[in-house]
């Protein structure tokens, strides 16, 4: 594989409006994260991923944009953004950009128009269609509602959404907006961002006719449709192509084999993918599916294509609490699943607030929350005749609001997150769980996350090395090997809460380890791993 900046790199995800408030007016915004820089550079990451951070109404924490071309109020302004970037490059980081381009908000000047008559210029712009037997022109949903149509009395004719409502989609078959999306691209490249982080861009291109499908309820048939790799070819030909960037795209309901026609290094598409079956598909731990992923997207990429690892984002409860143990073993789990992430292939991702291991919350009531999605399906849930305290606590382990409360950053009122009221309430457990205690502990997670994002630095085997399973029989035990250029590293991962006994296989010998990292402070590289007990939630890294 060649070697490249992004395959080297790891991505640090600043959700701003929960990162730090700069104005006390509740929100996280850019002079926050302009503030806080030096915290970020300090873990030693080498790209952030901004969430969008574009004029928007709001309703789905600006994944609705109305302006592709100004900041939200929330957020500062274009002045403020700029300053960002030149510090974020300063500090010898990079920035990629959260860009939306599957659907705009209803209140984009764009859907106004479209919206405005059938023979409007823009109309065509997205995607509109007559009544099917005084019905939605078919039986579709959308992630965040039971129909994916809309119906809009002025045309009598409905759009298509494939999330909420207020986020219709945008039309790919239009070449005049597509041009018109390169341009926009090109706007913030020429800004000298460092890439894209591309929202659900396998949703761009839509199930030809239009037709009923068998089981509306598995959504799967909104992506990955005929047609969508001309539109990333196009895109990659007419503005990627022309930048040392990062693209990566967000990707549901992708396998390896297709996820090579994504990021195949000669397909000319994109850098990266996220797949989504472990945050989506993998409800809990599940330690025999989760290997099984992992060798499945190895071996479909290998040579081929870069993959990403990430077990949370703003999207998905925080992976201490969701994969680990965020009791008892909080601090060895939290460890023990970024050593996991930052040694399996692919580029490691860390969502702020994972690098003190900040865990899932849980709010009194339905009010407490803000997420759409979680709302949605609240209502639509209830309205079935559904208990409405049973609905809300089926809810509470996936509701997005789980990784977007405040960053903690300390002991004081509202975790020093903002001087004001926060957009959402912070979680209870800031007092022990926070920045300030973490800077101060040399034993912390902060601590352990810069150590490994460091051995990236120095050790290619941990990016471009052979990756072999060594523990397809184990239940708890996660072992494998990273093998590059003479090197060999084994990875020992226990997921669980008691003790669990290795055996080193055969082929490898012990004779010359030296002790890269663990979780536990007591060993030293000399312990026998011929047998050893490994204890709850441990980790380590040996370089045989
Ligand atoms: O998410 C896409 C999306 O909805 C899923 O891939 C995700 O796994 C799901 O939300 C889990 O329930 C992107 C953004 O990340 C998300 O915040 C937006 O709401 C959505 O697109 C619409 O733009």
């Known amino acids: 594989m060649t070697k490249k900046w992004w395959k080297e790199a790891v991505v640090y995800q600043v959700y701003w409006r929960s990162f730090y408030d700069s104005n006390g007016d509740g929100y996280g915004d850019l002079q926050g994260v302009m503030e806080k820089l030096d915290y970020i550079k300090e873990l030693g990451v080498d790209v952030i991923w901004l969430n969008p951070c574009y004029e928007s109404p709001d309703i789905d924490n600006g994944y609705d944009i109305k302006n592709y071309y100004n900041i939200m109020e929330k957020a500062g302004d274009m002045e403020t953004w700029e300053k960002l970037l030149e510090k974020i490059h300063k500090l010898d980081m990079k920035l990629i950009m959260d860009l939306v381009v599957n659907h705009t908000s209803d209140q984009h000047p764009w859907f106004v128009e479209s919206r405005s008559s059938k023979d409007n210029p823009k109309r065509d712009w997205y995607i509109w269609k007559d009544s099917v037997k005084g019905g939605p022109p078919n039986n579709w949903r959308s992630y965040f509602t039971p129909s994916a149509w809309e119906y809009d009395e002025l045309t009598n004719q409905y759009y298509m959404h494939s999330f909420a409502v207020e986020q219709p989609d945008l039309n790919w078959e239009n070449e005049e907006l597509r041009e018109e999306v390169y341009r926009m691209m090109r706007f913030w490249l020429d800004k000298g961002i460092d890439g894209f982080r591309l929202d659900v861009i396998n949703l761009l291109a839509k199930l030809k006719g239009f037709p009923n499908v068998e089981n509306p309820d598995n959504i799967n048939y909104l992506g990955n449709n005929e047609g969508i790799h001309d539109y990333l070819q196009e895109m990659h030909e007419k503005v990627f192509k022309h930048y040392d960037i990062m693209t990566v795209g967000e990707i549901p309901f992708v396998t390896p084999e297709d996820g090579v026609l994504y990021?195949?290094?000669?397909?000319?598409?994109?850098?990266?993918?996220?797949?989504?079956?472990?945050?989506?598909?993998?409800?809990?731990?599940?330690?025999?599916?989760?290997?099984?992923?992992?060798?499945?997207?190895?071996?479909?990429?290998?040579?081929?294509?870069?993959?990403?690892?990430?077990?949370?984002?703003?999207?998905?409860?925080?992976?201490?609490?969701?994969?680990?143990?965020?009791?008892?073993?909080?601090?060895?789990?939290?460890?023990?699943?970024?050593?996991?992430?930052?040694?399996?292939?692919?580029?490691?991702?860390?969502?702020?607030?994972?690098?003190?291991?900040?865990?899932?919350?849980?709010?009194?009531?339905?009010?407490?929350?803000?997420?759409?999605?979680?709302?949605?399906?609240?209502?639509?849930?209830?309205?079935?005749?559904?208990?409405?305290?049973?609905?809300?606590?089926?809810?509470?382990?996936?509701?997005?609001?789980?990784?977007?409360?405040?960053?903690?950053?300390?002991?004081?009122?509202?975790?020093?997150?903002?001087?004001?009221?926060?957009?959402?309430?912070?979680?209870?457990?800031?007092?022990?769980?926070?920045?300030?205690?973490?800077?101060?502990?040399?034993?912390?997670?902060?601590?352990?996350?810069?150590?490994?994002?460091?051995?990236?630095?120095?050790?290619?085997?941990?990016?471009?090395?052979?990756?072999?399973?060594?523990?397809?029989?184990?239940?708890?035990?996660?072992?494998?090997?990273?093998?590059?250029e003479g090197k060999c590293w084994l990875v020992l991962l226990n997921h669980s809460d008691t003790n669990n006994l290795f055996t080193l296989p055969e082929q490898l010998d012990e004779n010359n380890k030296q002790l890269i990292i663990s979780n536990y402070t007591d060993l030293d590289g000399t312990e026998d791993i011929h047998q050893t007990e490994m204890r709850p939630h441990e980790a380590r890294i040996y370089d045989l």
């Open 263 to 484: 990021v195949g290094e000669d397909r000319k598409e994109l850098h990266t993918l996220f797949h989504f079956e472990v945050a989506d598909d993998m409800p809990t731990w599940d330690l025999q599916r989760f290997k099984e992923i992992q060798t499945r997207w190895y071996e479909g990429l290998k040579g081929k294509g870069t993959n990403s690892q990430f077990l949370n984002n703003h999207d998905h409860t925080r992976q201490v609490t969701r994969y680990g143990n965020d009791g008892k073993y909080r601090i060895e789990s939290a460890k023990l699943l970024a050593t996991m992430i930052h040694t399996l292939p692919g580029i490691p991702y860390v969502y702020q607030g994972e690098e003190i291991g900040m865990t899932g919350v849980r709010f009194d009531s339905i009010e407490d929350y803000n997420d759409i999605a979680m709302k949605n399906e609240y209502k639509e849930e209830v309205a079935k005749g559904r208990d409405p305290q049973e609905v809300f606590e089926d809810l509470l382990l996936l509701s997005r609001d789980n990784s977007r409360t405040p960053i903690q950053w300390d002991s004081s009122k509202n975790a020093g997150f903002t001087d004001g009221q926060p957009w959402i309430k912070v979680n209870p457990n800031y007092k022990t769980i926070n920045v300030e205690q973490a800077l101060k502990d040399p034993e912390s997670v902060f601590y352990y996350y810069k150590k490994l994002i460091q051995l990236r630095k120095k050790n290619p085997v941990m990016i471009y090395g052979d990756y072999q399973d060594l523990s397809l029989d184990e239940k708890e035990l996660y072992v494998y090997t990273r093998t590059y």
